[in-house]
């Protein structure tokens, strides 16, 4: 597939300068080296600036409520196993509002890719403390600094038994683009989370800010050494980016059974016989 | 000869009093005898009092009597709670010694019950041990009841089951030699409703039938009997049942799944169902098919868990922001529960909307015999789905004028679906157009629920040419169906459909009665406000009853001749 395969002739809604547009551009490039029809994928996404991304790449899309795209996109994915599922989600509405089903998705390991744009803010409501937002950060509803500490993502889906865990940055767009298909060949639950400067509303974690920190995992790490992640994921003065943690473990597909069942959308409706169920009732 | 007799079996949860009620439902089931089996129970795991109560008749029977005919009780607590529930001339066999019980009242007499069920193996037996005295008073011999343990028991083993076949049959000789008078036996004649089901259960496998392959809820009494019965049975037919992390995730698992293609449910009560209301919105907005079953029970809040109520009517009716069209099934019994479950996959499919069941306790964990009527169910109809390679030139929700457009299905139409849970176009992508708003909410709204209003299910209507009309919804069917048969003067009509309400239906029925009164299970009188609200006609007044409990058929019969 082509790059031109992906375009969307959806006019973007994006600020200028958005991390979201390296963002957009690193997951066309994975996606025109996946080599899948842009009809064998489904992007899902709830709600918010990151959320909008299925408009902006011509594939399926579901854009459905605030919080909830993994319930989506898990039971799409068990619906139809053939579908390539990816999760388009922001820090607010993936580890805020819907943090519920990323404690307990990571756990089902339906085997999805969740790429969330992190930008330690809420961008869409104008300017709010958000999950991963840095203690002292002064907003309008948090004027004297955010008091709240920061939720870890890369460190509590690894408490989690994630399989895959990453971390990606905005700027690196190659870089995330590789991240996108190791994260799309594990096989079960994948988190991508990715720094998103936000222009308009975060003047605190800028390009700068992250320029300053970000660096690329070396080939000395082991994504298989569960402690060596753990010790990765804990970083704050320097931020890591890279494949964090990387290990199989059976997958929801593989342990529920429908691996070696066809798919359940091509199941045959008009041939259902009741009559032995019902005889266990006389 | 009785016409018909009114058995209960109570004491703590843990006894295994429903077990025990459910082999004598069986017993006389097997034998020819219709019965209506009523649960009632509390929210504990053991401890408390509970009862299981079957009514068995020559003659069908559809709901539960005041006054039981012969009780048995297993504990102290027991005994206290439902001796006021004997009949005149009934019998209340408890077990005075193990209860400490001292003074016998007049109808009360006391076997060894716990003796004989260490005699079998321990006091696990005791519930066996009372199937067995309740069939030497009420059932021409052992043998159907033999069965029925038989076959509770067959799953556990031939020790467990060899053992409580042991205890019913000390219980039944010891009856037969010791309890005087056996007043209480009828006598059945074969018939084909044979098949013993509660609510939840028909419910459920309706919902097989119907070709739901995913089934996602978070447990919620009273509705958690439905997934049981579907996990039951997701290995033979090929179901996945997944138990979601709260009701959030159920309903949006269901309308993903069903946004790919798949037939795919949820069910709560109300809390559960509270949480659910943006889903519903969801699937309004995204045209997806949703079915949600909703068994109610009182509350607010968590209300009475296990007991019984019809208050969430309103609630069902408007829960979900927005306006956009749905539909609302309120079953009467378990065959129309059944036939609601196939009927709402079809209608959600056909229309892309949420389709809800609406349901209650008391429905989903009563007992009767019913023969499945197999074809009236509908075969499945999956409305219009679009097939071509190419993009539908229109997109997918293109405006059409019954407001449904085809359905692409990720990976299996050719075409891109977009759904978007935001105002969009026709092709799927955000709008802020005011005439694309206009027209998608005419869409959603009015084109559809015109569509849904020629096929609403009509009322079931009995006597219209009664003085006083009785108008009820959902589990209320049974009783009003036994009381104007038994009152003069007096018919009834019943909805299995409150939306799109059938106005028409109602009016015409009506227009002959003299006096139309509602029962309902709440305290608001809830469907008279919406007959009066949907056709102008106010009914004279309600019968109404919010203490968690069911009518019983003594109930609606004194209001009736009492005159509401």
């Known amino acids: ?48 600036q990151a959320a909008k991304m299925p408009h902006y790449i011509n594939t399926n899309f579901f854009n459905g ?21 990816i999760v388009t989600t922001g820090d607010g509405d993936c580890y805020g509002e819907g943090g519920n089903h990323f404690l307990h998705n990571i756990r089902r390991n339906v085997d999805m890719t969740v790429i969330v744009h992190d930008n ?10 958000s999950p991963t937002s840095e203690p002292g950060m002064k907003t309008k509803i948090q004027p004297g600094g955010v008091i709240l500490s920061p939720f870890p993502p890369l460190e509590t889906a690894l408490a989690l038994g994630c399989g895959f865990v990453a971390r990606g940055y905005a700027a690196e767009k190659e870089h995330l683009a590789e991240l996108i298909l190791a994260g799309i060949a594990h096989k079960g639950f994948s988190l991508i989370d990715v720094f998103q400067p936000c222009r308009s509303f975060n003047k605190l974690n800028t390009f700068e800010w992250y320029a300053q920190r970000v660096y690329k995992v070396g080939p000395e790490h082991d994504p298989a050494d569960k402690a060596a992640a753990l010790a990765l994921a804990a970083e704050r003065e320097r931020l890591p980016i890279g494949v964090i943690y990387n290990s199989a473990k059976p997958s929801y597909e593989e342990l529920s059974g429908l691996d070696g069942m066809k798919p359940l ?7 259902i016989d009741i009559g032995p169920a019902l005889a266990d009732f006389r | 000869m009785n016409e018909e007799i009114n058995v209960r079996i109570t004491g703590e949860a843990g006894h295994g009093v429903v077990a025990a009620g459910m082999m004598l439902a069986r017993a006389y089931k097997d034998s020819g005898l219709h019965v209506f089996a009523i649960q009632d129970y509390m929210s504990r795991i ?12 020559a003659r069908p029977v ?42 016998l009242e007049k109808g009360w007499v006391s076997a060894p019950i716990y003796a004989l069920a260490q005699e079998a193996g321990g006091p696990r037996y005791a519930n066996s041990v009372a199937l067995g005295i309740a069939a030497a008073l009420t059932c021409e011999n052992f043998d159907r009841a033999g069965e029925a343990v038989g076959r509770e028991f067959a799953a556990k083993g031939s020790a467990v089951a060899d053992g409580n076949r042991a205890a019913a049959l000390k219980g039944y000789d010891y009856a037969m030699e010791n309890i005087e008078g056996c007043v209480f036996r009828l006598t059945g004649e074969p018939h084909s409703s044979s098949l013993l089901l509660a ?29 049981n019965t579907v996990a039951d049975y997701a290995g033979r037919y090929g179901i996945i049942v997944e138990q979601a992390e709260d009701e959030l995730a159920a309903v949006n698992m269901a309308v993903g799944a069903s946004f790919a293609g798949v037939r795919a449910m949820t069910a709560s009560s109300g809390g559960g169902f509270a949480l659910m209301c943006e889903g519903v919105s969801l699937a309004a907005i995204t045209e997806t098919p949703l079915v949600i079953a909703v068994v109610m029970r009182p509350g607010p809040a968590t209300g009475f868990p296990t007991r019984t109520a019809q208050e969430d009517l309103d609630f069902v009716l408007h829960a979900g922001h927005g306006e956009f069209a749905r539909a609302v099934y309120t079953p009467g019994s378990p065959q129309e529960c059944f036939l609601a479950a196939r009927r709402a996959f079809n209608t959600a499919e056909r229309f892309q909307i949420p389709a809800l069941i609406l349901s209650d306790q008391y429905l989903a964990e009563s007992f009767t015999n019913i023969e499945l009527p197999g074809a009236l169910a509908e075969a499945p109809e999956r409305g219009r789905i679009f097939k071509a ?21 990720p990976g299996r139409s050719g075409a891109l679906a977009r759904a978007d849970s935001d105002e969009h176009g026709p092709e799927g992508h955000i709008t802020e157009l005011a005439e694309v708003r206009v027209r998608m909410t005419r869409k959603r709204l009015h084109l559809k629920l015109a569509a849904l209003e020629k096929e609403i299910l009509p009322p079931t209507v009995f006597n219209p040419a009664a003085k006083t009309m009785l108008c009820g919804f959902g589990s209320t069917l049974g009783v009003m169906r036994e009381a104007c048969a038994a009152v003069k003067d007096a018919g009834f009509l019943h909805y299995s459909q409150v939306w799109p309400f059938p106005g028409a239906a109602t009016l015409a029925a009506l227009s002959g009665a003299e006096r139309v009164l509602t029962v309902e299970n709440n305290a608001a009188g809830q469907l008279a406000r919406l007959m009066r609200r949907e056709t102008g006609l106010k009914p004279a007044g309600s019968i109404l009853k919010y203490d968690g409990r069911p009518f019983t058929l003594d109930e609606v019969v004194a209001a009736l001749e009492g005159g509401v």
Request: with cysteine; charged share 20%; hydrophobic share 40%.
């Open chain 2, 46 to 57: 053991r401890g408390g009092n509970n009862f299981f109560q079957v009514r068995a008749a």
């Open chain 1, 65 to 85: 409520l605030h919080g909830r795209a993994l319930p989506a996109a898990a039971a799409a994915k068990i619906a139809n196993r053939e579908l390539t599922v």
């Open chain 1, 265 to 271: 959308v091509d199941a045959d409706l008009n041939s």
């Open chain 2, 62 to 103: 559809y709901a539960p009597r005041e006054k039981a005919d012969l009780i048995i009780a297993l504990d102290k607590e027991a005994v206290e709670a439902n001796k006021t529930a004997l009949a005149p001339g009934g019998l209340f066999v408890l077990d005075a010694e193990n209860s400490g019980v001292k003074d």
């Open chain 2, 199 to 227: 609510g939840n259960e028909a419910l459920a496998l309706g919902v097989i039938s119907a070709g739901c392959k995913f089934y996602t809820a978070y447990p919620m009494s009273p509705s958690t009997g439905i997934m």
């Open chain 2, 389 to 409: 390679g190419a993009e539908p030139e229109e997109g997918r929700y293109a405006y059409s004028p019954d407001g449904v457009s085809p359905r692409i299905i």
């Open chain 1, 1 to 48: 597939m082509e790059l031109k395969d992906f375009d969307s002739s959806d006019p973007v809604a994006w600020c200028g300068g958005c991390g979201n547009f390296g963002m957009q551009a690193a997951l066309k490039t994975a996606l025109a080296k996946l080599g899948k029809k842009p009809q064998e994928l489904l992007l899902v996404s709830g709600i918010g």
């Open chain 1, 120 to 129: 330690q803010i809420y961008g869409l409501t104008k300017g709010q403390a």
